[in-house]
């Protein structure tokens, strides 16, 4: 179920980020952007919903991991879920803006065209600055693959990694504004990780019983006082 959340969050956010996105906003010229929006109508709310079913699956997925790794490490299956949920809140703006431009072009309210591309850069950044706590929830999520015990270690290095690199994405954005191929680079690792960690989870699995089971420890014996 963890697999298929996830792999519902990475479809749902690449089709309307990745793909539908750029056939709606043109970056540079506000009146192209309210035309497409009037002349597409019905892409334009594909967007929003598709926005909204990344919102569904990304809080899913989140509360599923939390299922999938609470016995490994209750703090980090815990942050994994709050920042998975965090997340999917911005998401949640997100559509609210593009929501609110739909309107605004049925419905035009003073400069539609501005108003139209100021909801459009305002969701942009919204995913910009998402990106925090996108690589905050990788970075438990590494955690608990590396405690685990049943999952490749490399994966977890790979997420935490991941990780780091999406915390640290939104400054590079918008403290060098001239580095966007270091900014698109700082995903490669994420995408690998998360990609492995999807197909690991549908096609390998977890076997229910390490579910219910915590890692073995290493217990120290208490000195006894003479």
């Known amino acids: ?25 043109a970056a540079d010229d506000p009146d192209a952007t309210l035309a497409n929006l009037v002349t597409h109508d019905s892409l334009a709310r594909a967007s929003v919903a598709l926005e909204l079913a990344m919102v569904v699956t990304q809080a899913l997925t989140a509360v599923w991991f939390y299922r999938l790794f609470r016995t490994v490490n209750s703090f980090a299956a815990s942050g994994i879920a709050a920042f998975g949920l965090i997340n999917a809140v911005v998401g949640l703006v997100s559509a609210a803006m593009l929501g609110t431009a739909i309107q605004v072009s049925v419905d035009p309210v003073g400069d539609a065209a501005a108003t139209v591309q100021v909801l459009y850069l305002i969701s942009l950044n919204l995913w910009g600055v998402g990106a925090l706590f996108f690589g ?34 939104p400054f590079v954005l918008y403290l060098a504004r001239d ?10 690792p994420a995408s690998v990780g998360e990609f492995w960690m999807v197909g690991y989870l549908l096609i390998r699995g977890v076997r229910r ?18």
């Open 1 to 25: 179920m963890t697999g298929l959340f996830y792999l519902g969050m990475a479809i749902t956010a690449a089709l309307g980020f990745l793909i539908l996105r750029p056939w709606l906003y």
């Open 136 to 169: 905050l929830w990788l970075i438990p999520m590494g955690w608990c693959v590396l405690r685990s015990g049943w999952m490749p270690r490399v994966l977890g290095w790979i997420l935490v990694v991941g990780g780091v690199g999406y915390v640290l994405s």
């Open 179 to 188: 580095a966007q191929v270091i900014f698109d680079a700082m995903a490669y």
């Open 209 to 226: 019983k390490a579910l219910d089971e915590a890692p073995p420890t290493v217990h120290t014996p208490t000195p006894v006082a003479s």
